[in-house]
């Protein structure tokens, strides 16, 4: 797309405001639904400035953040469905506060029947559709009992003595097991297939929530909205039946126990190729000397480092390949796939992995490297949902469409698995950025074979974005980008939190800032919150310090409000009616939002100029008159004549001359 942008310097040469407006200063025009004063007018934040969180954005002198490392172990029955599993959290208390409890998250309890989420729900289970969530065998500190309540998808232990703030550490034991949901799971299931069921495990372990400064523990049910989670690092024992292939977030420690030798030859070749190489293939799912052994079970074992979460995948019926992902600074990671035979197909899953390579190395390249060693897409049922280093697609996805979902779901690496957003509170800033980042690994991938992004995430009707959000800025029940993540409704999930969302930071990057201010402190910003918690007055203060802008007012608009841009021009007149001495130009808005944007001007003689119009030109009026210094007869003026805004209503957009 071309840049408005880059011309600014004689832009600003050629414009001056005129001397006298149509109001006086500051008054809101009568019949605009424009003040000047209300948009432009200082912006409190919701979390203040303070030692622990600065004004620049970024984290404080005395910031601060606690760690949980995790070694699990688990195994899985085939006859009942059921995960039984044990795991020591060593939990670390960087905080200045002493602790006489801990909370974790049991978002197994999701599927109870009773659970909030369940009765909540806009998708509601029919009979059969319920577990019995997390049983709970044991909870033990530092190998003592202790007591402890569950309350929905909370697990509060109470502890005999206070955890020392400033660095105090202890140990929690606790032994569960819980029945797998069925396809109906969602985001965790067992999906059937005709070689055998794959399990799909996540929320498989009860996890640390939260303790932060912004409110202490952080305990919001799980409704469905995601998560927030603690960052370190995770062992984990996956004991499944002796035909299965297990593969999961981290790095695999124990090949040479769990793979064959043409196995680990072949993923050695595949470190160093840049096309796809099967580690299983199609035709050797159901051989037996594809596994190292004929019976009983094994035990893969995996590690995590810096991470929140893991999750794996687990069948007898997966077909594996894999190739290398070239990473910044000669750096490399791996790509892979894991499906049933049903994905198999050159339009479906055999591309796959080409499409997590393509994915993660732009990514990588343009905004932060990928920080694992593998990044694995999963073909089950189609959650379409995200974890570190692995994700869950569907087997049936193919074409666009699975390069879309891929892309995605392992751009989610970025946000929030890196830059650790809530959630559960702020999902803009999670599904929002994630979505943008994926508008140009669209047009990267393979010379543009999938661009421009249109999906079920972005103009979902294959249109310009900026007419297609139209609807939902004029919608009256919509919620703000800075609703409750739990109160925005699935009517407005995906066009809020995912379209309107990316498109944001789409215009503050192509209209408001332009890529060479954006790019570097969007980078910056990734660089900087990278395995911390940020929340959305870090990341308006960080761009506003590091891009060099306030931009309190597209914060306001576009973010706090669901406010409208409707601008155009109402009149134009040469100066002394002489086209020699210029032209003054009568604008207006009639909407609450107003942006820089281009002023076109074509020329009776078949030239043209283009001006940018900075927003300032509506700090006092919604009805600017601006004089520009042409010499010549002008056929037509036009605003934003690349179509690059969300206005309104584009009638008023042109003014021809006379």
């Known amino acids: 797309m071309k840049n408005p942008i880059s ?17 006086p200063a500051f008054a809101q025009d009568a019949g605009s639904g424009f003040d000047a004063q209300a948009l432009f007018a200082p912006l409190s934040l919701p979390q203040p400035a303070n030692a622990f969180r600065d004004g620049a954005g970024r984290p404080g002198p005395e910031f601060w953040q606690n760690r949980a490392d995790y070694d699990i172990k688990a195994r899985i029955d085939p006859a009942t469905h059921g995960l039984v599993g044990e795991e020591t959290i060593t939990y670390t208390n960087h905080s200045p506060d002493a602790l006489d409890q801990l909370w974790l998250q049991l978002d197994q309890n999701i599927y109870r029947s009773d659970s909030r989420g369940a009765l909540t729900s806009p998708w509601p289970k029919k009979p059969g559709e319920t577990t019995d969530g997390y049983q709970l065998d044991a909870v033990e500190v530092d190998g003592k009992p202790v007591h402890y309540l569950v309350d929905d998808t909370r697990l509060r232990v109470d502890l005999p003595v206070a955890l020392k703030a400033k660095d105090g550490q202890l140990k929690l034991h606790i032994r569960y097991h819980y029945t797998v949901p069925g396809e109906w799971g969602g985001r965790t299931a067992v999906t059937p297939t005709k070689n055998g069921d794959i399990y799909e495990i996540a929320q498989w372990f009860p996890r640390m929530a939260v303790y932060d400064d912004l409110r202490g523990w952080d305990t919001l049910p799980y409704l469905g909205q995601e998560f927030y989670l603690e960052y370190g690092d995770i062992d984990y024992a996956v004991t499944v039946p002796w035909n299965w292939i297990v593969e999961g977030s981290g790095q695999l420690t124990n090949p040479d126990q769990v793979l064959t030798a043409t196995e680990r030859e072949r993923l050695a070749q595949a470190a160093n190729s840049d096309r796809t190489v099967y580690i299983r293939k199609p035709e050797e799912v159901n051989d037996p000397s594809s596994r190292p052994t004929r019976s009983g079970v094994q035990t893969w074992r995996f590690r995590m480092e810096h991470t929140r979460d893991v999750a794996f995948a687990a069948s007898p019926a997966f077909v594996w390949d894999a190739a290398r992902i070239n990473l910044p600074d000669g750096k490399h990671a791996m790509a892979m796939s894991i499906y ?9 899953w055999n591309r796959s992995t080409e499409y997590m390579k393509g994915a993660v190395e732009h990514f990588s390249s343009k905004w932060y490297p990928y920080p694992w060693p593998n990044a694995i897409n999963l073909g089950g049922h189609g959650a379409g949902m995200e974890y570190p280093g692995i994700v869950f697609d569907g087997y049936e996805d193919h074409g666009k469409g699975l390069f879309w979902i891929s892309a995605h779901e392992i751009g989610h690496t970025w946000f929030p698995m890196v830059v650790g ?12 950025f994630n979505t943008f980042i994926d508008v140009y690994a669209s047009d990267a991938f393979n010379h543009g074979e999938y661009g421009p992004k249109r999906d079920s995430e972005y103009a979902p009707n294959g249109g310009n974005p900026v007419d297609e959000i139209l609807p939902l800025l004029a919608d009256a029940d919509a919620p703000t980008m800075m609703a409750h993540a739990d109160a925005v409704s699935e009517k407005y999930r995906h066009s809020l939190t995912y379209f309107k969302g990316a498109l944001g930071l789409v215009l503050l990057r192509e209209q408001i800032l332009g890529p060479d201010r954006f790019d570097p402190a969007f980078r910056a910003y990734i660089r900087t919150w990278a395995w911390h918690h940020p929340t959305p007055s870090d990341f308006f203060r960080f761009m506003d310090s590091a891009a060099g802008e306030d931009l309190s007012w597209w914060w306001r608009g576009w973010y706090f409000h669901n406010w409208q841009l409707d601008m155009g021009i109402t009149g134009a007149s040469y ?18 939002l107003v942006m820089p944007a281009t002023l076109r001007v074509d020329f009776a003689d078949g030239s043209h100029r283009d001006i940018r119009l900075p927003v300032e030109t509506w700090r006092f009026s919604a009805t600017p008159k601006l004089t520009l210094d042409t010499d010549k007869r002008i056929a037509k003026l036009e605003l934003d004549p690349d179509h690059t805004l969300p206005d309104a209503d584009r009638s008023n957009n042109s003014y021809t001359m006379h």
């Open 575 to 592: 100066v002394d009616n002489d086209p020699a001495k210029g032209v003054t130009v009568n604008l207006a808005s009639k909407q609450k």
């Open 7 to 23: 011309a600014r310097c004689s832009a600003v040469a050629l414009l001056t405001l005129a001397a006298a407006l149509s109001a």
């Open 340 to 348: 049933p035979v049903e994905g198999v197909g050159a339009d479906k």
């Open 421 to 432: 957003s809530n959630e559960r509170r702020h999902a803009f800033m999670d599904e929002g």
